[in-house]
């Protein structure tokens, strides 16, 4: 079975921490993505990586940053956070195999308060 | 662009009843047509997915969505739900760009009263 890990369930933090939310795959998976799940809003595409070191924009990208440094791992990096960063942060991975489309496979979700 | 409407923020039914969750979608390309699930304090599971020939596709456990391209439509059914079944619902679109990317719905949160 495919897994995705997410570094915390809950995570509390202040308005202007640094925050590292890091998310691992063990399916040797090349794609990478992170999601924001708001009330209303459903998901929204904040960043995804189709590489190692490689990343693309989302649809709502301001405010956030990735790193992927190795295959596995992909990491979301709040510069500054700000209680508008209050959310469900959700990653996901794929392959590149499985014909016209790879499903996406979803981590448990990190719930970041800032406060 | 691509985007997903889901005409229901919430369904409350009865067990056992009929229940249709409403998704509909815009593209100006053709699409693959997907719907997650959201067990409560769970990740998204893919439950079904259209990517072509037969345009009545199944789940395992009783779902079923129709893909109605003359409507735009991709409505998610079960004729006798389950209390299991609570959970919210999420449709999407892909958007075929490198890494195929996901469009999502607002999602329909499925309650299920005994």
């Known amino acids: 079975d495919v897994k995705v890990t997410q570094s915390s369930r809950y995570l509390v933090k202040r308005t202007g921490e640094k925050v590292f939310l890091e998310c691992v795959q063990d399916?040797?998976?090349?794609?990478m993505f992170w999601y924001r799940q708001d009330p209303g809003l459903g998901l929204r595409l904040i960043y995804f990586?189709?590489?190692?070191?490689?990343?693309e924009k989302g649809d709502i990208p301001e405010g956030y940053s990735v790193s992927r440094e190795k295959k596995e791992r992909f990491s979301l990096i709040l510069e500054s956070a700000s209680t508008n960063q209050t959310s469900m942060y959700l990653c996901?991975?794929?392959?590149?195999?499985?014909?016209?489309?790879?499903?996406?496979?979803f981590g448990p979700g990190t719930r970041l308060t800032v406060l | 662009a691509q985007s997903v409407t889901q005409l229901d923020s919430q369904v409350p039914v009865f067990e056992e009843a009929p229940v249709e969750l409403r998704c509909n979608y815009s593209?100006?390309?053709?699409?693959?047509l997907f719907w997650y699930v959201q067990y409560p304090n769970q990740g998204l599971q893919l439950l079904l997915k259209?990517?072509?020939?037969?345009?009545l596709v199944e789940s395992i456990n009783g779902f079923e969505a129709e893909f109605n391209k003359s409507q735009t439509s991709f409505h998610l059914r079960k004729p006798s739900v389950h209390i299991s079944d609570t959970a919210e619902y999420f449709c999407?679109?892909?958007?075929?760009?490198?890494?195929?990317?996901?469009?999502f719905g607002q999602g329909t949160r499925l309650t299920i009263n005994p």
């Open positions: 996901a991975s794929s392959g590149t195999s499985g014909g016209p489309y790879n499903e996406q496979f």
């Open positions: 399916m040797d998976h090349e794609n």
């Open positions: 990586s189709y590489d190692v070191k490689m990343k």
């Open positions: 593209s100006s390309v053709s699409v693959y």
């Open positions: 259209y990517l072509s020939g037969s345009t």
């Open positions: 999407a679109v892909t958007v075929i760009q490198g890494a195929q990317k996901l469009v």
